[in-house]
């Protein structure tokens, strides 16, 4: 597919994991992406080599989405080095894990400065530069709307902001012609989350499906939210979780 050819796509964590799925598969659908990193500079690097393999334009930005600033000379450098910004992908994000009387609030902080305010000052510095058919994605969680477990209220919490972000932003946006959606995965094969690690089975048996979904089956969604045939889809969230929260 060629529908986002002329597009310029900033995917933040794109270095690794549902990041680097949608990066690939943006560049795959024609747009040319940049990507930030915070620490794995040789995988950003791999990335960045696939994209332009497929003959997009293609860089890694360092940049830590737990700093505000970083965040935006992010995206000030991925205008400068692709000539403008149509596609804002907030992929990047953290997790801890254990109850709530155990967590350090200094974890807690760290959660909420990358999985809440990365996106948010990502979507303020971007929001100036994208143009009519403009698009803002980011990825959730299905924890962010039903918590089948205990142990990770924080990061729920973080995911749940996502929801109220999406569909306020939308309303902003919308009278510009610029939508903001977000895609909520399940159970995904990453590193964070391997399907062959501690608790996978039990994660399994949530899924109608009975498996893991893989990175570049959320990939997939968020590339046809940031195509032209998603125009009319905006401020809302599609959960792709094999049916765990059916």
């Known amino acids: 597919m060629t529908d986002l ?15 680097a799925a949608i990066a690939q598969a943006l560049a ?4 040319d992406v940049a990507i930030t990193y915070k620490s794995a500079a ?7 080599a696939a994209i332009r393999t497929l003959g997009r334009r293609g860089i890694a930005i ?11 000379r992010a995206v000030t450098g991925t205008v400068e080095a692709l000539g403008g910004l149509d596609i804002l992908v907030n992929s990047a994000g953290i997790a801890i894990y254990g109850p709530v009387a155990d967590v350090d609030i200094a974890d807690f902080q760290a959660v909420m400065n990358v999985n809440v305010r990365g996106p948010f000052v990502a979507a303020q510095a971007a929001i100036p530069h994208l143009p009519k058919g403009g698009r803002i994605i980011s990825v959730g969680s299905t924890l962010g709307e039903r918590v089948p477990f205990a142990d ?15 569909r306020g932003l939308s309303r902003e946006l919308g ?7 977000l895609v909520s995965p399940g159970s995904t094969d990453t590193e964070a989350n391997p399907a062959d690690g501690e608790g996978a089975a039990f994660q399994r048996s949530l899924s109608s499906l009975g498996r893991y979904a893989e990175p570049r089956e959320i990939a997939n969604v968020v590339a046809f939210l940031a195509s ?9 969230v599609v959960t792709v979780d094999g049916g765990a929260n059916a």
């Not at 040789?42 to 990335?47: Q, S």
């Open 5 to 19: 050819i002329g597009k310029r796509a900033l995917v933040t964590g794109g270095s690794r994991g549902i990041g």
């Open 28 to 31: 795959e659908n024609g747009a």
């Open 42 to 48: 040789g995988r950003a690097d791999n990335v960045v």
């Open 62 to 72: 360092e940049a830590d989405s737990a700093d505000p600033d970083a965040v935006k």
């Open 152 to 166: 990770v209220t924080p990061y729920a919490m973080s995911k749940s902001a996502l929801l109220s972000f999406t």
């Open 175 to 181: 009278p510009r012609g610029i939508t903001v959606n």
């Open 228 to 236: 032209p045939a998603a125009a009319m889809v905006t401020g809302t």
